[in-house]
């Protein structure tokens, strides 16, 4: 169940001109399972992608990296769950390549206009064979309305779609915002989920794309966590389709490109939140606000020490005010010149620790009447600056062990 | 159920001449639990110790050091275990003061000369009251024979007792080494673990006490993880007490001192491995080797990363061979210039990956085997350098959850 996540609202999920979807179930691991998702975009879109900072980066990222730098202009997406094509070596670069070139030749455009994805499980054969089949029927299905259907195709041991839009004026026109998402663990991004997309009809040229895209990763799926697993496969792509009727945006700084970026970035936080809220077992949504650093990065690396916690997140799945246990995560964060006297600790609005001690006031029925609600804010001030930074996360649950321990049989 | 950790063995665990060993139930936390030891010291022995680098170290740690660098001589240690007197503040170090005061009183000693060591609950006020009134108990139980009582007496979550000893001819004297330890969660020490005491009789200086305890925990207590939450109280106390009929050892690099050395680090690796056999919930013992590494702290950064991956240890709780999850954490661990192409994987004799990718002859059949086994090694061959380090951690499974969901309830 995930936290406080509704079912996609259809009427938010804008067509964006200029983008069609297709699904169609290849049976790539399981059958009857919508497994295989084709983007179509008109010629002329701007594309950016940030990608995972994993060492072990799965072929296909390997691959976007190379046909996004190539400058050929990306005419189409492709789509698999069920199948990671990590840590597959050579044969797997090989086997991303072929599934690009089948889905190029059927649209009479270059192999490198076209970007894979896949998630799934790691280290096994990606079966070219049963996405080449399958293109076909993905191409057949392609709508522009078609956003909804995506967001069910690209789950994996997500329980529901993640699908968000928005609209903005930008120079006098209305312009549409609509994203997809999927998680539900293997969840830490650094730079961004495996998978999020989104897109608008916004006019914003190539070279402020990928500014835009880092930007919009660092304010929303990086700054996520549900079990601190980078996976080999976070890839973050934005489409800008340039079919709106107004100027095109050339700084991100100017007034047009901020409320674009203002109503994007709305959009991408949604999609990254309802990745932890659906985040696998999870039964809390926690945002862990650190504040009073000396800067953002050790803001940072506290809140994540907080967020990877087993402990803390065992404390939370349980209801258990046992604050202590996030004391002790602020400690080993890894500051070596941190200085316990200076810290306090409150939950929502629950003033715990004060100067490194417990607060005389704080009663822990107190705490635990926070401690019990579905959404908690832990907010830690360090006491040594001006800087902060929050992360999103979720509780550790029985349900994520069942998961985990069962997911490939 | 421990990992294959028996129970002590009684006639391992030889007494120290020079230590007495006194335990009583104080009513810490819980009645009927033995909760309070105290170690009394003959003068002139040897100690040192190394505590926990959180920077949020319990008082109880700070007052440790304190006493050590005042060179006044220990002569007793008090250890309760119920409360760890960690994020208390000011008020904590004056209720760890007042602890060895009380006890200093009854043994007509300075406070500086008594060690104290908490576990248990953090950010609740240690009842120094209760530890004052069990005082005069403990001091009447006092013998050398007395270690099992102390290992038990220190108990948290542990399931079983942790104790261990060994002989070993110094200088053609026998010398004897007794250890005790506890766990079992917020485990992954960094200097030691909470807590463990060895003594020996041999004669060592105190002027290399200091190293010794740092080589030994080094190689045992610093290597082994549960959970990844290093503890506020860790410590590992060291005592010589200097009783043995041989020539002082004055250099670890002498025979007798690589001798004693050698001994030591023995039974101090039992002791760390004991905690991961014990660890909360754990089901399989995991030895993560790392070499062809370019130092050994990036081996230990990629061993680390593998050990805390929830989604590794939750596949080794499931026995699941989904190997990827390796190759994915060390693809994370944060070795920037790290070339997956370099990196072979093995779990016991099974050559699971080669270069990056799967081996073609590796079997899944295989991989299941070694993974239903409750003892694994896991062998990962970075491909860029001479060096190499070994970790040991547990599995991650549902009665990890439920302990840490349900330890203050």
Redo the contacts between chains.
Sequence with gaps: MPVNLPAPNPSELFPIAGVRIGITEAGIRKANRKDLTVFLLDAGASVSGVFT?????AAPVQVCRTHLASGAGVRAMLINTGN?N???????LARAQRTCEALAGKLAISPEQVLPFSTG?????LPVDRIEAGLDAALADAREDHWLRAAEAIMTTDTIAKAFGAQVKIGGALVSITGISKGA??I?P?MATMLGFMATDACVSQTLMQQLARELAEGSFNRVTV??????NDSFVLVATNKAAHAPIDSLDSADGQALKAAMLGVARQLAQAIVRDGEGATKFISIQVEGGKSAAECRQVAYAIA????VK??F??S?P????I???????G??D????G?DLYLDDVHV??????NPAYREEDGQRVMKQSEITVRVVLGRGQAQDTVWTCD???D???I??????
């Design positions: 900072q994993n060492r072990f980066c990671a990590a840590g597959t070596g050579q044969e797997g499980v790691i280290m096994e054969p663990g293997m830490r650094n079990d601190g697993d980078t996976s080999t990877h916690s087993p402990l065992t404390a799945f349980a258990d046992n604050l202590g246990r004391l002790a995560a602020v400690g080993y964060a500051i070596d941190l200085d316990q006297a810290i620790a004060v100067k490194g001690g417990r550790l649950s029985h994520y062990v069942t985990n321990a069962d997911y490939r049989s």
